[in-house]
């Protein structure tokens, strides 16, 4: 069992920065690919980026690409999402997860693990 705990969530404006990170009980946190994903107001769940357990490697939706960059800090148990130009379209409430041994994982239906979400909005 995996209990993710997110923070870091708030109200920015447009090319502010925020970073978010996610925090893991358990003792195998390093073998679990973590992901991010997001959520809008009446839109459904969506990928934003993932990083493997193995070697750190990272994917990203390419709306976030150059704007958005995960970390992850094994001695901590955490994971962090770095948000840089923060537009108005990425406010949603973020929501990080982990699949156990997984490569790499870009869906919804590849992580057994979700924390309870933090509010990010982006003002104009």
């Known amino acids: 069992q995996v209990q993710l705990v997110e923070s870091g969530g708030g109200l920015v404006q447009a090319g502010g920065s925020l970073r978010l990170s996610c925090a893991a009980s358990?003792?195998?946190?390093?073998?679990?690919?973590m992901g991010w994903f997001r959520q809008a107001p009446g839109k459904e769940r969506e990928f934003v980026g993932t990083?493997?357990?193995?070697?750190?490697?990272?994917d990203y939706t390419d709306s976030v690409k150059g704007r958005f960059t995960i970390s992850r800090d094994n001695a901590k148990n955490t994971v962090y999402l770095q948000m840089n130009n923060l537009k108005p379209e990425d406010t949603a409430v973020y929501y990080c997860?982990?699949?156990?041994?997984?490569?790499?994982?870009?869906?919804?239906?590849?992580?057994?693990?979700w924390g309870q979400g933090t509010q990010v909005t982006v003002s104009s």
């Open positions: 358990g003792r195998t946190f390093s073998r679990y690919t």
């Open positions: 997860a982990a699949t156990y041994l997984k490569p790499i994982a870009t869906m919804i239906a590849e992580y057994d693990y």
């Open positions: 990083i493997r357990w193995s070697d750190r490697t990272t």
